[in-house]
């Protein structure tokens, strides 16, 4: 194991994961809510305002615990803001209360 947080030259001011959960069971998850989909919207949003990945971070990730069949799961971190049931559609809505309409509060 190497410590590599003195060579990380990347400051992000936060970190956007979106749940992309596959789950073979009777159990909804973001897989088949649109979870790719919401991620690809996120990751957009971001680069049209030059902030993807400098400063704002994207991934995606596992299960969140906000799993429905109504949407996708989305935490902003280390920011602490949790959403459930996100759409495509909501994702303009969301960054922009995050971060602002223009990213011009990151
Ligand atoms: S499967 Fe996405 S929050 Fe559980």
Not at 18 to 31: F, G, H, I, L, W
Not at 72 to 94: C, G, K, M, S, Y
Request: with cysteine.
């Amino acid at each position: 194991m190497k410590r590599r947080t003195d060579k990380q030259t990347t400051r992000l001011d936060a970190h956007v994961f979106v749940c992309v959960n596959e789950r073979d069971s009777e159990y909804a998850c973001c897989a088949e809510a649109g979870g790719e989909e919401t991620a690809a919207a996120v990751k957009t949003w971001l680069r049209e305002r030059d902030a993807f990945w400098s400063p704002v971070g994207v991934s995606t990730t596992d299960c969140l615990g906000l799993c429905s069949e109504a949407g996708t799961a989305i935490t902003i971190q280390p920011h602490n803001e949790w959403f459930a049931e996100v759409r495509p559609d909501d994702v303009d809505d969301l960054m922009s209360e995050a971060f602002g309409p223009g990213a011009d509060r990151i």
